[in-house]
């Protein structure tokens, strides 16, 4: 049996709170909205209670937040893509950031099973005067546990229109890819951290934000396949090659305090749901 689930998760700020409303058909939906740090910021943890995707499983997800609202969405633990008889299995997210809006898009990392046929969308539209500080975390099977990623593909698609697009697919069959020095070079998780504004950033910022971010890299110990950078205007970004997904999370966690403080002015508040 396959599921196709969605959710649609809309905040707004209302007298003086940002709020959360929410709608999901099939088995996908948020947990009680947390304010850990007032009623400025409103957590939300995502819960697909199957536990993880097989072939021919479609999730949908639709975040939208207008005035100057702000939500954290993250998820209990990693979105699990197992193995496929031949469908793929695919999870979409459109974000759409309007007015003066923000939003943390912090989900735990996605987990490319052997075997699995998988798709991972993001999309982002972001109104001037909105930004969003998110990552994308990939682990290309359990090195740990012995079971390595040798069979099977996984497609990654993470896209601001009209400014930033990246696109590609690892094919476990493909040795060069995996293992060459000019591909992923033995390493089984690769991360991306991104801020991104509806408005280009202002020079001193941007420059501000890359250094903080670079100050992190060079002291951390995967300082020698992590790089950060602005494609352009409104988006920053930071890249992490890892062998496992621990140390990767760790340094984009680092990064993200780092972000939330200089641009937002804001301590960071780690979701209650990392802890446990």
Known sequence: MT?????????????????????HQGPLRVL???????DAVCHNVLVHPPGGLVGGD??????????????????????????????????????TLNEQARLEWLPLEGIAYNQCLAEN???LSLAPQAECIGWDVTALGLPRANLPFQQGSFLQHLEVPGLWLERGRVDAADTRLMNGPLGLAGHRCMASLFF???TPLERGRRETGLELARQIIDAHGLRHTAGATCPNGQVMLVRVLSPLVEPAMQLLSQIWVSWRAHFWQLPAVRPRIWAT
Do not use: K, N
């Not at 009680?32 to 007032?38: A, K, T």
């Open 3 to 23: 599921w196709h689930a969605q959710l649609d998760i809309d905040y707004r700020f209302e007298q003086q709170r940002s709020v959360a409303r929410h709608t």
């Open 32 to 38: 009680q909205s947390l304010y850990p740090e007032g």
């Open 58 to 95: 479609t999730l949908d997800i639709t975040v939208t937040a207008s005035g100057a609202a702000h939500g954290l969405i993250t998820t209990p633990g990693a979105t699990r893509f197992y193995r496929s008889a031949g469908e793929a299995a695919v999870q979409r997210t459109h974000i």
């Open 121 to 123: 969308h993001l999309t």
């Open 196 to 198: 991104v504004t509806g």
